[in-house]
């Protein structure tokens, strides 16, 4: 029986989003037991709350005072220092692994290879470490200053960043953002109906993140298309969700207003196009799920590569205000859908959605190999 640890952090949806799906990759491979740890929640959940609530506070209401702190973090000599206060969070972690003695590590999280560094050196971690690094071609410099026994990227371009930087070669694989499950299993029936005429509904789903005023005007506008079919989440907000839905009562589009949802998948495979901020889970979802983004919002840093990657693809397009994003629409519909053939063409060439198994072969594979022994790391600092 192998036993894997999965490492991952609640600042950011990516990284338990991409935890989850190696969790189920895991899961369905014989004699193999894996667990998600999630050290932050576990030392101290009062604080991990709270920190998590000001950085989602800080990237949604003071971009450019996170985009400094993200700079300083990935640029500054420094930045190792403030790792230094959690101590008593390596130690939980050394804990941990002394318990479950794992076979492997797989870190969502950059910060853990840098607690792993430590416990190594001090001759208490001897499994291999893997890193799944969430961002895509921008990539800050913590998720690679620390030695790992393989990294796995969500592109060609991000690869070669991380070659540029100095992570030898044979250690990055080009392996797609680990995704649930069901974007490599779906069935003909998650597919949008191929927009190829004027009478076949073009369906649009907008998922809110922030900026409820913002939020508004645009689905405002959006209502004024009866032409398209929109679905819209208003995530936990009742408020919106309540005003949203008196708006739609009053038009004549044909609107779906959901709350909280866990059927994101499924609406991205059966929807045309989705509106949304770059955030990293999203962007990869609709990548694998074959429909375009319209990008109404990047956060400083981490998100910039994540649109990147759409745009170098001409994979969707940026569109931050109600006039462009209607203007984006219309002209993605326009002639037969032609814009929006190509836009979902070209997401077929960046689309790994069976990532999370391949990542998880690789990984037992790899520990196989070494038998449970971690080789020799090599440091790329």
Known sequence: MSRVLILTAGYGEGHNSAARALKSAFDEMPCVTAELIDVFALRAPQLNNLSRTAYIRTINHAPKVWSTFYRWLDRSPNAPLLLRTLASHTRLLAKIIAEKKPDALVSTYPVYAWMIARLRAQGLVHCPLFTVVTDAITINSLWYR????????????????????????????????????????????????????????????????????????????????????????????????LELEAMARQSSASTEILGWTNRIPELLMTHHIVISKAGGATTQESVNALCPMLVNQIVPGQEEGNYELLRRNEAGALAETPPAIIETLQRAFMHDARLWQKWRNNLRHLARPAAARDIASSVLEHTSLMGGVSRRLVSTK
Do not use: C, M
């Open 146 to 241: 620390q030695p790992s026994d393989g990294w796995f990227v969500t592109d060609h371009d991000s690869a070669a960043f991380l070659r540029q930087a100095g992570v030898p070669a044979d250690r990055v694989t080009v392996s797609g953002f680990p995704v649930a499950l069901n974007f490599a299993d779906r069935t003909a029936a998650l597919q949008p109906p191929e927009p190829v005429s004027p009478a076949a509904p073009r369906r649009i789903l907008y998922i809110i993140n922030s900026n409820r005023s913002r939020a508004l005007e645009t689905v405002r506008a959006l209502l004024q298309h009866p032409e398209w079919h929109l679905t819209i989440t208003a995530g936990r907000d009742t408020q919106l969700k």
